[in-house]
């Protein structure tokens, strides 16, 4: 796998190699329906660690991430032709989920916007589907949210997969093998859960990058 990286001001790219011992496994993902808690996940399926998500390796999907310096993620999106999946995870408490709530604050973040959202059923509950406007022109969202034990995930699907569930394609079988990894400690609800690089990719950036030349944040693709 390969991060490529923009650097600020010269617009070139510059790449950080992963070995196999980034992954989780190395075989080929067998996906069934997830998001998982980590203590419930599959075994054998080739993902890549961020932390608080693990990411199933599956072909012809990007991973984007969004890191500070300190090299900890602030996006992640996921991208396979026109379409794309904008991933978050977020603490949750141990007697319910919080996405009906979460849900319903969108919808009225979208109505204050002047965005109307309706509300469909999905493979996962009740999901939400808005056009907003863009510098780029008319945009289609739909909000999927799964709850887990202490944990929720937020996906935001963009392209023909937010108006056809069915052209999700890969990256629907991304969102079924996703890996939560919630940890034991004790977080606010609502708080996102850390997301990290691998490893590998932020020894090899500092290696490779004098101190003091590191942008605020960097743009990687897996």
Same mark, same amino acid.
């Given at each position: 796998?390969?991060?490529?990286?923009?650097? =600020?001001?010269?617009?070139?790219?510059?790449? /950080?190699?992963? *070995? !196999?011992?980034?992954?989780? #496994?190395?075989?080929?993902?067998?996906?069934?329906?997830?998001?998982?808690?980590?203590?419930?996940?599959? +075994?054998?399926? +080739?993902?890549?660690?961020?932390?608080?998500?693990?990411?199933?390796?599956?072909?012809?999907?990007?991973?984007?991430?969004?890191?500070?310096?300190?090299?900890?993620?602030?996006?992640?999106?996921?991208?396979?032709?026109?379409? #794309?999946?904008?991933?978050?995870?977020?603490?949750?408490?141990?007697?319910?989920?919080?996405?009906?709530? /979460?849900? !319903?604050?969108?919808?009225?973040?979208?109505?204050?916007?002047?965005? &109307?959202? !309706?509300?469909? !059923?999905?493979?996962?509950?009740?999901?939400?589907?808005?056009?907003?406007?863009?510098?780029?022109?008319?945009?289609?969202?739909?909000?999927?949210?799964?709850?887990?034990?202490?944990?929720?995930?937020?996906?935001?699907?963009?392209?023909? #997969? =937010?108006? *056809?569930? #069915? =052209?999700?394609?890969?990256?629907?079988?991304?969102?079924?093998?996703?890996?939560? *990894?919630? $940890?034991?400690? +004790?977080?606010?609800?609502?708080?996102?859960?850390?997301?990290?690089?691998?490893?590998?990719? $932020?020894?090899?950036?500092?290696? &490779?990058?004098? *101190?003091?030349?590191?942008?605020?944040?960097?743009?990687?693709?897996?």
């Amino acid at each position: 796998m390969i991060f490529s990286r923009k650097r =600020a001001g010269d617009g070139r790219d510059e790449q /950080v190699v992963l *070995d !196999e011992n980034e992954l989780d #496994a190395v075989t080929p993902p067998t996906l069934t329906r997830g998001p998982y808690d980590i203590s419930e996940a599959p +075994a054998g399926v +080739a993902r890549l660690d961020l932390g608080s998500l693990h990411i199933p390796a599956v072909p012809e999907v990007e991973v984007r991430v969004q890191a500070d310096q300190q090299g900890v993620i602030q996006q992640v999106v996921l991208v396979h032709g026109a379409n #794309a999946l904008q991933l978050g995870v977020f603490a949750a408490p141990r007697s319910e989920g919080i996405w009906d709530e /979460v849900r !319903e604050e969108i919808r009225q973040s979208l109505l204050g916007d002047g965005v &109307a959202a !309706e509300e469909v !059923e999905g493979e996962y509950g009740i999901e939400l589907r808005a056009q907003i406007r863009t510098d780029d022109g008319p945009t289609d969202l739909r909000f999927v949210g799964v709850d887990g034990p202490r944990w929720m995930v937020r996906g935001v699907f963009q392209g023909a #997969a =937010a108006v *056809d569930p #069915a =052209a999700a394609g890969p990256l629907a079988e991304c969102l079924y093998g996703l890996v939560v *990894d919630r $940890g034991q400690e +004790a977080k606010p609800v609502r708080e996102p859960l850390p997301l990290r690089l691998p490893r590998e990719a $932020g020894e090899q950036e500092d290696a &490779a990058t004098p *101190d003091g030349d590191r942008p605020a944040a960097q743009s990687r693709q897996v």
